[in-house]
């Protein structure tokens, strides 16, 4: 008998099943064909793409709800088999004692939940196409193109929301109307709120990303039609870190929501904490722009500011700028850890003693400090010199409290540090002298030679303005074996020696060849011998095999 049981409940439980799926298919067809009746009425054409809408959405529904039927019914099924129950007799001894009330409040909210159903179908693609116009509309606002695609993206994604939710609702009015449990009620209730917040979140971060990038596109327009492109280049890059902060402040406030309503109170609490943390480091950083914004205005943008007094701003003001940067985020930092309920005082007073520490054994980077610091205060050279100091010569390109960086005249960067600098040969400071030196023949006449240098000296002028007095020929300085030595000397601006040099050497070669002054300037000759130690002419070049070639 046992076996026949389990043989007649099997056949109970698949007969029942396969009932299940014969009977959607059959409401899934009857509905498919209802449907299409009525979109092909000539009265109703217009309305046909609604109809197929419906089609859709009702055929969605109807599966959805064959298969909640049928796990319900394999479920059940599976318990009685479990409490050893004669399926049959169970399920007939079931019906039997169900109210004949149940099965009408069953069939009463069946009807009412496809009756929405096809409302809300229908009430979708209505607000499908409003949705699609308002999206154009915010496209064409203010003829901005830039923030185009955030605003697709915003209608999109509001467009889906409100479909997701509308199904989830007409779930959970079908369940309440059926009279399902309440523990089926509540757990659609549920799932529909986690749903909105998520789906909400997701619509509000696009909303702001829209806003976001309308605002930056109008603030671009205001700032080059007003003549404050550089503050708007300045503070562009805030932007993505606006968004992002914006973004992640969204996320964790949906996810705190979602913890809150499922029961999760331990997780929810961070959230806010969180989100005060996102804050301060996005206020930190714009802060810390709008400080180096502020200096730079206030400190080197002035219209009566000269060279001189600009340069020595341009030095002092990168070590300021570190200053208030350090300081606004060593206070972030402070107000991050008693966010978490994290005392600063034991790590601040363990980073004094390291500090002390690592001072004791760093005598070098005190040293470079120390020098760095005199540097600075003291004016020895200003960013834009040109020096030769630590076995570095060109032009400084900044200077910090550790190290200098020079650039030199082949483009390559000598970082020195400040305490190996002792000397420092600094060219830009007044004026610096372009010298060069010229060798002339013995037999040549000195003052025609003088003569040749004023001729010199007026084309130099005509070339380059950074000269302050003439090229002039300083005299004789030395006798030497082919040639005699002269110097000539002419006083430019500040760090302009060596171009005015070379510009020099130029006009003094060009007139010295057009006055028929000699250059010396070394000869080789070469003598060719053959092997019997004869000379032979410059022929023998070209009959390589026994020359040998001496100097």
């Known amino acids: 008998m046992p076996q026949q049981t389990e043989v007649v409940n099997a056949i109970t439980v698949a007969a029942e099943l ?11 067809a009857l509905a498919k064909r209802a449907l299409r009746r009525v979109a092909a009425t000539e009265s109703l054409e217009r309305f046909k793409s609604v109809a197929e809408s419906i089609q859709r959405r009702l055929g969605f529904l109807i599966r959805a709800l064959g298969g909640l039927v049928f796990l319900g019914v394999a479920g059940f099924n599976g318990y009685l088999w479990w409490r050893g129950e004669v399926l049959h007799e169970a399920q007939l001894a079931l019906l039997r004692d169900v109210p004949r009330e149940v099965w009408i409040t069953l069939a009463v909210g069946l009807g009412k939940t496809v009756g929405l159903a096809i409302f809300v179908a229908w009430v979708l693609k209505q607000l499908k196409g409003a949705l699609a116009a308002a999206c154009a509309r915010a496209k064409a606002w203010q003829g901005l193109v830039a923030n185009d695609d955030s605003i697709q993206i915003l209608f999109d994604r509001l467009t889906s929301t409100v479909i997701r939710l509308s199904w989830l609702g007409v779930l959970y009015f079908g369940a309440l109307w059926m009279g399902l449990p309440d523990a089926v009620c509540t757990g659609v209730l549920k799932l529909t709120e986690v749903v909105a917040i998520i789906s909400g979140g997701l619509v509000l971060w696009h909303l702001v990303d829209a806003a976001i990038a ?8 205001y700032a080059e039609s007003h003549d404050l492109a550089q503050f708007y280049k300045a503070l562009k890059p805030m932007t993505p870190l606006l968004r992002r902060a914006v973004e992640y402040v969204i996320y964790v406030g949906a996810a705190t929501l979602v913890t809150a309503t499922i029961n999760l109170q331990t997780l929810s609490e961070f959230g806010p904490r969180i989100i005060r943390t996102i804050g301060a480091l996005f206020l930190a950083r714009v802060a810390v722009e709008l400080i180096s914004l502020i200096l730079r205005e206030l400190v080197i943008e002035r219209p009566r500011l000269t060279a001189d007094a600009k340069n020595r701003r341009l030095t002092i003001l990168p070590l300021f ?7 606004v985020y060593f206070s972030t930092g402070i107000y991050v850890l008693k966010q978490f309920d994290v005392d600063p005082t034991p790590i601040l007073a363990g980073a004094g003693i390291a500090a002390m520490a690592v001072g004791l054994g760093a005598q070098n980077l005190i040293n470079d400090m120390v020098n760095g610091f005199f540097i600075l205060f003291e004016n020895y050279f200003l960013v834009g010199d040109f020096v030769e100091a630590g076995g570095a010569v060109g032009v400084v390109e900044q200077i910090d409290l550790r190290t200098t960086r020079i650039r030199d005249s082949a483009g390559r960067v000598h970082i020195v540090r400040n305490g190996s600098i002792e000397n420092v040969v600094n060219y830009s400071k007044e004026f610096a002298y372009a010298v060069i030196e010229v060798g002339v023949g013995y037999e040549s ?4 030679v003088r003569m040749a240098v004023d001729k010199a000296a007026t084309a130099l002028e005509a070339l380059t303005e950074d000269t302050l007095s003439p090229l002039v020929l300083e005299g004789l300085e030395s006798f030497g074996g082919s040639e005699l030595a002269l110097v000539l000397r002419a006083k430019v601006k500040p760090g302009k020696h060596i171009p005015v040099a070379r510009l020099a050497r130029k006009c003094v070669k060009e007139v010295f060849d057009a006055e028929g002054i000699d250059i010396p300037y070394a000869h080789q000759i070469l003598m060719f011998k053959d092997e019997d130690g004869n000379q032979v002419g410059p022929q023998s070049f070209a009959t390589p095999a026994n020359q040998v070639a001496t100097a």
């Not at 396969?18 to 899934?28: G, N, Q």
């Not at 309308?214 to 327009?221: G, I, M, N, Q, R």
Request: net charge negative.
């Open 321 to 327: 700028e570190s200053i208030l940067k350090y300081g």
């Open 214 to 221: 309308s605002v930056d596109a109008l603030t671009k327009e």
């Open 18 to 28: 396969v009932l299940v799926l014969v009977v959607f298919a059959i409401v899934s």
């Open 445 to 448: 006449d000195l003052d025609h």
